[in-house]
């Protein structure tokens, strides 16, 4: 399994980014993938999953900001962050579980004026 995310950057409050995560290895519209981050000084924390059919879930602090479409033919995951905050600082990760937590490089967003 590999995950290969990309994407991050400088970005200013208000803002928006698109990360994107190639995934090979497994077949992917199988399983559910998701995005995680990790601000300095703070615990990794789920921010989105979407399921094999297209549902998905937002921790609070990004629903209504933050989507996250799934593209089989191209076995990418996005996570299309808007109205984007300081708070949202941290390095993202690609998250799939496969038997065991599989986790991306991670990507740096940085949220700053």
């Known amino acids: 399994v590999q995950l290969q995310a990309s994407g991050g950057g400088l970005v200013q409050p208000g803002g928006s980014l698109r990360l994107s995560c190639a995934a090979s290895?497994?077949?992917?519209?199988?399983?559910?993938i998701g995005w995680f981050r990790q601000a300095p000084g703070k615990e990794r924390e789920a921010v989105s999953y979407i399921s094999t059919g297209g549902g998905s879930a937002y921790v609070g602090s990004v629903r209504g900001r933050f989507t996250i479409p799934r593209d089989g033919a191209k076995n990418t995951v996005y996570l299309q962050m808007n109205r984007l905050k300081p708070e949202d600082t941290a390095v993202y990760y690609c998250w799939l579980y496969l038997y065991r937590n599989y986790w991306g490089q991670g990507t740096l967003v940085t949220v700053s004026s």
């Open positions: 290895g497994f077949i992917f519209d199988d399983y559910a």
